[in-house]
């Protein structure tokens, strides 16, 4: 189900929408909607063994599965300042050494609905705190990476995420 799915009246004037092509349309009033994917900003939080902590998912979708701490981007957010917000939201940790490791396409379960996601990724080490899990984060632990089970992993693109992050690695 896309994120337009649902749209059935225009939110201005009510009118029956048209679809097509990723967006609806209202012939009265002219409003135009377009399903867009919705941008996180999540970061790889690295040790000093080289090791990559993980945060198990606390709710759905894939709670009990491994994620990487972050959320989505709130509206005229910087992704830079979500990507702090929610480490500190999620593990109490601020950052330092942010540096960006790329963009990677998925979908996000939400009720009945999937939304796609265009998910920012910075790597990045603790500058403060000591991580604990708090808001929508059951466990923090760090990894080695071969010790992460795809299988345990909560979205299809973090497999990817972590293995341009450890190319990287072998490059430098």
């Given at each position: 189900m896309s994120d337009l799915d649902g749209w059935k009246h225009c939110p201005l004037?009510?009118?029956p929408l048209e679809r097509g092509g990723g967006e609806v349309n209202c012939p009265k009033c002219g409003f135009v909607g377009y399903?867009?994917?919705?941008?996180t900003a999540s970061a790889l939080v690295v040790d000093d063994e080289g090791r990559v902590m993980l945060s198990k998912r606390a709710r759905d979708p894939a709670v009990g599965k491994w994620d990487l701490p972050g959320g989505f981007v709130e509206e005229g957010e910087h992704p830079l300042d979500c990507l702090h917000r929610e480490l500190r939201e999620e593990a109490g940790i601020g950052l330092r050494d942010t540096e960006f490791l790329?963009?990677?396409?998925?979908?996000?379960?939400?009720?009945?609905?999937?939304?796609?996601?265009l998910n920012l990724y910075w790597s990045a080490r603790i500058a403060e705190g000591t991580p604990e899990p708090a808001d929508d984060v059951e466990e923090l632990r760090f990894f080695a990476l071969d010790e992460i089970s795809t299988e345990d992993l909560a979205?299809?693109?973090?497999p990817k995420v972590l293995s341009a992050w450890d190319a990287r690695n072998e490059d430098s």
């Open positions: 004037c009510a009118a399903a867009n994917s919705k941008p790329g963009i990677f396409m998925d979908w996000y379960g939400l009720d009945a609905r999937n939304v796609s996601t979205f299809e693109h973090l």
